[in-house]
């Protein structure tokens, strides 16, 4: 059976028309919040399918900004589900955190143009993680998405 989105609903976030599925899920085309009631339960926390909190998305939303994580948002979606990317310079990178406590950050593809690097742990991946000798934190900005892997 298809997956249907077809119940109407509004959007938490920018309150327009969202069309969601039986279990209130579904991604709002207008904001870009995506409807989940996990992430409204914890409106602080940034909780999967979401890269911001549900506050952080309100603020956003009323500033007329985009909802786009920092790089804080980003590791706490890294913390949450173990498996994020970002595209950065037209290139796919890749985060992981492994049972192991690693976090391993790569590139998609190529793999071989860039040497992955270990963190043990999320704040030296947020102070020490680069591409190309530049420090994530500081060119986060141009980072245009951060999401799931
Ligand atoms: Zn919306």
Sequence with gaps: ???????????AVCGQRV???????GD???????????CIEY?????????????KAKALHAQ????????DDFIAGLKYYKEVEFDYDGELYAVCSHSNGIICFSKD???DSFEAQ?????????????????????IWNDVTRADYM
Excluded: T
Excluded at 28 to 38: A, L, V
């Design 19 to 25: 069309y969601v599925d039986i279990y209130g899920q």
């Design 28 to 38: 709002c085309e207008h904001c870009g919040w995506r409807q989940d009631k996990m």
């Design 64 to 71: 007329g900004l985009p909802l786009k994580p920092s790089l």
């Design 118 to 138: 270990d963190y043990y742990s999320y704040e030296e991946f947020g102070e020490k993680a680069h591409i190309g000798g530049k420090l994530l934190k500081d």
């Design 109 to 111: 593809f190529p793999p």
């Design 43 to 55: 409106p602080d926390q940034v909780e999967y399918p979401n890269m911001v909190s549900f506050n």
């Design 1 to 11: 059976m298809e997956w249907k989105y077809d119940i109407p609903a509004e959007c």
